[in-house]
C-alpha cells in the first residue's frame, strides 16, 4: 500500500507515542492496555481530525482554495481543529453549527466554541438540528463563489475517501510501532462516529493483512447503520488504494451499547471514566467519544469480550478541550 502518491501536508512531527497504561492495567487482571495518543496530535488542541486534515488541505490547496468550509455539533473538535488548520495555511475558514441538542449554541460558551472565536473563524452560520447540513454548506459554498472567493467543502468529520486516509496511515504507524516495542497487540479499540477514523484503521489493518480484530463503539447511529456506514468508506478507501486485501462487512464490529440518550448526552460510564483515567493515568478523555468509548472497552473486559485477546490498544482520538464545556456535570457528580 503506497500512501505517498497522496498529497499531503503535515501537522505533527513524528508519530504520536503509544503507551502502556500501567495503572489502569493493573485494575484489568491479566489485560496489557495500551494507549494510542492521537490526543497529542498536532494543530491546536490536538486530535483524530488532524490526520485526516493532512490529506484534505493538500487537496484544497491543490484546487486553489481561498476558504473552507466545514460543518459539526456546537462543541465540535472537527470545526476546531479544520479552523486552525485553515489559519494554519493562510486560508478564511465558515462554519456551520447543528445544534443536535436544542438551543444548544451559545456564542459566549466556553470549549471548542471559544476556540472558534479565538482562533478567528470567518463566520458561524447556525442550524437546527436534523436540517440538511450539507445543503447548508453548498449554499455558504455558493454564496462565496458569486463573490470570487474560492470554497472549498469538507463534509462532517472529514470523513470521506480522501480524510479517510489519514487513518490508513495512522493502522500503518501502529503496525510499525508496535513491531519495534515488541508488542503483539490482539485488539484496536477506537470510537466509531463519522467513520472516518474507523474505515481508515480497518481498510489500514485489512489492507496489511495484519489480522488485528478493530473494535468500534458507536456514539451516535445504532449498530446496523453504523456498520453500513463504516463498511461503505472501507470500500471507497480500498477501491482509491487499489487493494487486494479490502475488509469485509464481517470484520465491521460496532457495540451501540454506550451512547446512553444520544449523542454528546452524558452517561453515568462516560463520567466515570473520563474521572478514572484522569486518576489512574493523568490522560484527559473527552466527554462526547473518548469517555464513553473507554467506558464500552472497560465494560467488554469485564464482560469476558476479549477473553484470549490480552494486548488491547485504545485509540486516544482527543477532545478533552470539550471537557470544559461540561463542568456541571463533572461536579454535581463528586
Ligand atoms: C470526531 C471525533 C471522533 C470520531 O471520529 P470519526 O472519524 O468521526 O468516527 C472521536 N473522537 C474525537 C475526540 C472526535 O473529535
Known amino acids: ?160 475517501a480522501i480524510g479517510g486516509l489519514g487513518y490508513v496511515a495512522c493502522a500503518q504507524e501502529i503496525l510499525q510501532q508496535t513491531f519495534k516495542m515488541g508488542v503483539n497487540i490482539d485488539a484496536i479499540v477506537t470510537t466509531s462516529g463519522s467513520t472516518g477514523t474507523h474505515a481508515g484503521i480497518l481498510t489500514g489493518i485489512v489492507g496489511n493483512n495484519a489480522q488485528i480484530p478493530v473494535v468500534g463503539i458507536g456514539i451516535n447511529r445504532k449498530k446496523e447503520p453504523q456498520r453500513q456506514a463504516v463498511y461503505d468508506l472501507c470500500v471507497k478507501l480500498s477501491e482509491k488504494l487499489n487493494l487486494k486485501e479490502a475488509p469485509t462487512m464481517d470484520d465491521v464490529i460496532v457495540f451501540d451499547d454506550y451512547i446512553g440518550e444520544g449523542y454528546s448526552r452524558v452517561t453515568e460510564g462516560m463520567l466515570e471514566s473520563v474521572k478514572l483515567l484522569a486518576r489512574t493515568e493523568a490522560i484527559l478523555l473527552d466527554p462526547v467519544y473518548t469517555g464513553k468509548t473507554m467506558a464500552g472497552m472497560l465494560d467488554l473486559i469485564n464482560k469476558g469480550y476479549f477473553e484470549g485477546k490480552k494486548n488491547l490498544l485504545f485509540l486516544h482520538t482527543g477532545g478533552a478541550p470539550a471537557l470544559y464545556a461540561y463542568l456541571e456535570p463533572f461536579f454535581g457528580q463528586q
Open 1 to 160: 500500500m503506497n500512501l505517498s502518491q497522496f498529497p499531503r501536508r503535515r501537522y505533527t512531527v513524528g508519530s504520536t507515542p503509544i503507551e502502556k497504561l500501567e495503572r489502569l492495567s493493573a485494575l484489568y487482571n491479566g489485560y496489557a492496555i495500551y494507549c494510542k495518543r492521537d490526543d497529542l496530535l498536532g494543530l491546536a488542541g490536538g486530535g483524530n481530525k488532524t490526520r485526516k486534515l493532512e490529506f484534505l488541505m493538500a487537496d484544497a490547496l491543490l484546487q486553489g482554495a481561498d476558504t473552507i468550509i466545514t460543518c459539526g455539533a456546537v462543541q465540535s473538535n472537527h470545526c476546531r481543529l479544520t479552523l486552525a488548520a485553515a489559519k494554519k495555511e493562510g486560508l478564511e475558514c465558515q462554519l456551520v453549527l447543528e445544534q443536535r441538542v436544542p438551543n444548544s449554541y451559545k456564542r459566549y460558551a466556553s470549549g471548542n466554541n471559544f476556540l472558534f472565536d479565538l482562533l478567528g473563524v470567518e463566520d458561524v452560520h447556525v442550524v437546527e438540528g436534523g436540517s440538511d447540513v450539507a445543503g447548508k454548506m453548498a449554499a455558504v459554498a455558493e454564496d462565496l463563489r458569486a463573490k470570487g472567493r474560492k470554497p472549498y467543502v469538507i463534509p462532517g468529520g472529514g470523513s470521506n
